[in-house]
């Protein structure tokens, strides 16, 4: 637990703030695009369906293109390398790794792209597939016998999907929030709870280990690996606790990335559910952001739809935003209660308490909760609530005479600011996340750690709540 004093560093060391940062720093060159009515960003390319390889991209504004989107490619591979060499550096990733590693997984994503929108292929399985490969060539090149340090240090998929989310922001408007936003935030308080306590008698019952199965049961009740290392910080719990979880929901995040999203695009083409429900199903029941955001995505690119994407990222921040206050309940459980019982009990046995070895108890300080708040969120809301006041800035002002001023304001700014701005990155920082997931989720941690118990036990939390989770969403956004 925090002492109460601010580790000032953590604003330069830590991924979740370079997240805000660079998000923010992406952002504005987007925004100013609009007042200068030059598009900043708008040379990133998408790919796209093709049968001439040399339109298998698209630049967002024609006029950018650099003689080639092949070109751009280029460009883009180095602007992004290098913007990001910085703070992988202070991270704690080496130049040189970083250039190898970054190429790697950049140039491994646009080829998995390239593939999939051969028009042929992208007919039968759709351009969405293209982050479905990234993962499995991912999980492949990650599953090598020996996979180089250098490689796995690059390969930061939440880092990626962390600023990609500060980005998505300025796509989610005041009128998505007020459609959704009460309903989401409703649904994530309602579910987090009854999926935490489900989980811990099942992890009980595996592994008979009350500090693990509290540990596991946030990481699949909440939103895994940072939550699960939040709640081992909380209890004092030994630090092979996260990571024999965190292996646990990486591995079952990847699985679920291959078949949730498509489960979901199946059945919302059925008529069976809503694209809100396929999206808020994906934020509750895939338990990383990367992960989580993904899948997101590829329902919204399946369904033609923005909504699942808007609906599935809102769910998933919404549940981030108690990981610092279920960190601070669990060390008051465990302060005043848990290890004053425990203490209680040796002392009946005769025998002299003994600490878990380098884990130093502290009294829980409100300060956890800031520590704990994971800072990206922060960006996400801020580019939200920017682009809102400028489109509601301009109905008021300039479109004020129009029929519709908000319509008319949302078709001036979403075009400049998000469509050729915010969002060739955010998508391209998508496609990254997939190939760093894949390279992240190596399955010989199973056998290393030795937790088949563990293993099975997450396995069937994980369906109980990707159950629960089906019914939750449908129920707050019915067909």
């Known amino acids: 637990m925090s002492t109460g004093k601010i580790d000032w560093s953590s604003l330069w060391k830590k991924e979740d703030w370079w997240a805000l940062w660079l998000g923010l720093v992406l952002f504005f060159y987007a ?7 030059a598009d900043a960003l708008g040379w990133v390319p998408m790919w796209t369906k093709w049968t001439d390889p040399g339109k298998a991209f698209a630049v967002p504004n024609p006029k950018l293109v650099f003689g080639s989107p092949w070109v751009n490619l280029v460009v883009a591979w180095l602007v992004l390398m290098l913007l990001l060499a910085g703070p992988a550096k202070l991270i704690g990733v080496k130049f040189g790794d970083w250039v190898k590693g970054f190429s790697i997984i950049y140039w491994l994503w646009w080829l998995c792209a390239f593939v999939i929108g051969y028009k042929p292929i992208a007919d039968v399985v759709t351009t969405e597939f293209a982050f479905t490969l990234a993962l499995f060539v991912g999980m492949l090149l990650g599953n090598l016998p020996r996979v180089p340090q250098w490689l796995l240090g690059s390969a930061r998929g939440e880092w990626f999907i962390k600023t990609a989310i500060v980005l998505l922001g300025a796509k989610i408007l005041f009128t ?14 309602m579910s987090f709870p009854v999926f935490m306590l489900l989980a811990f008698p099942i992890f009980r019952l595996f592994t008979r280990n009350t500090d693990l199965s509290v540990v596991a049961a946030v990481g699949v009740g909440v939103c895994g690996v940072s939550a699960s290392i939040a709640a081992a910080g909380a209890i ?36 069976v559910m809503s694209p809100a429900a396929a999206g808020a199903w994906m934020g509750l029941s895939v338990k990383t952001d990367g992960a989580a955001a993904a899948s997101a995505e590829i329902v919204a690119r399946g369904v033609g739809s923005d909504v699942p994407l808007s609906v599935g990222v809102m769910s998933k921040v919404l549940i981030d935003i108690w990981i610092g206050v279920i960190a601070f309940v669990l060390a008051l459980i465990w302060v005043f209660i848990v290890e004053t019982r425990r203490a209680a009990a040796v002392q009946r046995a005769g025998v002299e308490a003994k600490a878990n070895p380098g884990v130093e108890r502290r009294r829980p300080s409100p300060l956890e909760l800031w520590f704990r708040f994971p800072k990206f969120v922060l960006g996400y809301f801020f580019t939200s609530i920017v682009v809102s006041l400028l489109i509601m800035h301009l109905a008021g002002t300039v479109y004020a005479s129009q029929q519709n001023p908000v319509d008319a304001a949302t078709k001036a700014v979403v075009p400049v600011v998000v469509n050729r701005g915010t969002d060739p990155f955010r998508v391209l920082l998508f496609g990254l996340t997939f190939v760093a997931i894949g390279i992240n989720t190596r399955f010989s941690l199973m056998k290393q750690y030795r937790v088949w118990n563990l293993f099975i036990a997450y396995g069937i939390a994980l369906l109980i709540i990707i159950g629960l989770a089906y019914l939750i969403s449908t129920s707050f956004f019915p067909k």
Request: overall charge neutral.
């Open 31 to 37: 925004f100013i695009g609009f007042w200068t009515y």
């Open 176 to 189: 998505d929030w007020i459609r959704y936003g009460g309903a989401v935030l409703t649904m994530v308080l």
């Open 236 to 271: 004092g719990a030994p630090a092979i606790y996260p990571t024999m979880v965190s292996a646990a929901i990486l591995i079952y995040a990847a699985v679920e990335l291959v078949i949730l999203p498509w489960v979901g695009i199946s059945l919302v083409k059925a008529g």
